[in-house]
């Protein structure tokens, strides 16, 4: 999971690109670069840490240009620590591209090789985004007829990337002297919209991960970009849009609405906060089914992504709602921070827990999610160390059972609490008097109660059924020997956030 966005605009989009990345900054914190381009020039800003850290007064001088593309990044695939893989990627041939990536590839290896051995293109980090922008360009290769690109030619390109590639992608791409690509892969795991703006000046485009930051931003949200569909605005501000993938169907991540996207945005026609709203009133209906109520004394959230659903639990079975947990919110989101060792230890930084309203109570815990469970465990010793008398914990999302391959970091079944065990058994591991998990079948009816129209997602995580269908348990089986290794162990653990002026870039075209 990522953050993009591209811009083009009548007038310099640097701090206009720096401040829809604020808005999409909980979609990575890993990471953040800046691509602008302006007349014969590409120009870049990248490096680790998040926005505010990665950009200073003389980094933002130094990208000038009316059309750009930004990324936050939230490690997948590659070393987390690396400020090389930091995004956008560039190639100069055929054409110069910049490109930012939200997604996960589950070829990448193979396409690595294929770049190397058959196109004879050199992959210079080991970022999956790096081989997309490379089978891009290749594309782009083949599909052009003459030194000038076309849009036709362009159109052929991304159809080309697609009957290659597999797994998930968004993407936004400058083209020298061309304008601005976006495109969704074939699937729709991940989301991706655009929008305008009408000026005196004439007509702007905006395309980026959520709606939120359209509209934080105060562009009109148009559509969300259909799965296959690739998106066109040139230079002068004209949009063309075609399809571009072969038998394109929507499968929406559905952990986006379950915890990743902010409850403001809107994906594929469903408001996340009304999903969320809707995700608690199944879950009251499971905690009716298998919980003595009358026990119960106050529902609490852990803020902020579980609040709608605990609302909503509170409401239907008519039990006080009270927020016992209080934020800090200089701390990051714990669940997308690079190692366990640094997610645990941030955890009692980010939560305090107020006494009174704990003390000598039965408390019902809602959060989103339970993932690897270190969360939830320490979440529950706070409650019980703050006094509670008993401490139930309910999920508004089913177990997660299954590896996550399309751009969520949870790749290996042994890092997930769930994975092999009862529900009574992760009880017993977070230190829950008891424990109820949302059902998978009523998830996604919360969300298909909002958008008819939806009828199948990506919920890999939680029923192990692998969309893209070329996932197989051997693939799984190699995923998870690699993240397993010492190298691989010390990647995810380490804590480099720092960046300097290394990560400026000037390319001349």
């Not at 640097?14 to 900054?25: A, G, H, M, R, V």
């Not at 996932?471 to 956030?497: H, I, N, W």
Request: net charge negative; charged share 25%; hydrophobic share 40%.
């Amino acid at each position: 999971m990522c953050g993009i966005v591209g811009v083009v605009s009548k007038s310099p989009v640097n701090q206009f690109i720096y401040d829809s990345l604020l808005l999409l900054q909980h979609r990575g914190q890993d990471a953040a670069g800046i691509a602008t381009a302006n007349g014969n020039s590409f120009h870049m800003h990248k490096g680790n840490g998040m926005v505010r850290d990665v950009f200073r007064t003389r980094n933002m001088r130094s990208l000038p240009g009316n059309i750009g593309i930004g990324q936050v990044r939230y490690p997948t695939a590659g070393s987390a620590s690396s400020a090389e893989e930091a995004q956008p990627f560039y190639v100069s041939a055929p054409y110069g591209i910049i490109m930012a990536h939200n997604g996960n590839l589950t070829n990448w290896e193979q396409l690595r090789d294929e770049m190397f051995r058959v196109d004879r293109r050199h992959i210079n980090t080991s970022s999956d985004s790096e081989v997309l922008l490379n089978v891009l360009a290749h594309e782009l290769q083949t599909a052009s007829t003459d030194i000038s690109l076309s849009r036709e030619g362009l159109f052929r390109a991304v159809s080309g990337m697609h009957r290659r590639v597999r797994g998930s992608y968004a993407i936004v791409a400058l083209i020298a002297g061309f304008g601005l690509l976006a495109c969704r892969d074939p699937f729709g795991i991940r989301p991706l919209c655009f929008g305008r703006h009408d000026g005196p000046n004439g007509t702007e485009w905006m395309v980026a991960s959520e709606s939120v930051a359209l509209e934080g931003m105060g562009f009109t949200f148009v559509r969300d970009v259909a799965p296959g569909e690739a998106v066109i605005i040139d230079l002068d501000g004209n949009l063309h849009t075609q399809q571009c993938a072969d038998a394109p169907s929507l499968n929406p991540c559905i952990f986006e609405l379950v915890y990743l996207a902010r409850p403001d945005s809107c994906l594929d026609g469903v408001p996340v906060y009304d999903a969320r709203l809707r995700m608690g009133d199944y879950l009251a209906e499971k905690i009716k089914r298998t919980l003595p109520i009358d026990e119960i004394d106050v529902v609490m959230p852990i803020p902020d992504s579980s609040r709608p659903a605990a609302m909503q639990v509170a409401k239907q079975l008519n039990v006080n709602y009270r927020e016992g947990f209080f934020k800090n919110r200089y701390v990051g989101r714990t669940f997308i921070m690079p190692g366990q060792a640094v997610r645990k230890k941030s955890v009692r930084q980010k939560l305090n827990a107020m006494r009174v309203e704990f003390k000598d109570k039965c408390v019902l815990i809602v959060d989103d999610s339970i993932v690897r469970g270190t969360t939830s465990q320490e979440i529950v010793q706070m409650a019980r160390d703050a006094g509670a008398r008993k401490v139930i914990f309910a999920s508004a999302a089913p177990p997660v059972k299954f590896p996550n391959v399309y751009g969520i970091d949870m790749p290996t079944s042994s890092e997930l609490v769930a994975h092999g065990r009862t529900d009574e058994e992760v009880a017993r591991i977070i230190g829950a008097d008891a424990l109820v998990y949302q059902d998978v079948e009523d998830m996604k009816r919360a969300v298909m109660d909002i958008n008819p129209a939806l009828s199948n997602f990506d919920a890999s995580c939680f029923d192990g059924n692998y969309i893209t269908g070329d996932v197989t348990p051997a693939y799984l089986d190699r995923l998870e020997q690699a993240r397993l290794s010492p190298r691989a162990q010390s990647d995810r653990d380490g804590t480099d956030g720092g960046t300097d002026d290394e990560g400026a870039t000037h390319l001349s075209l």
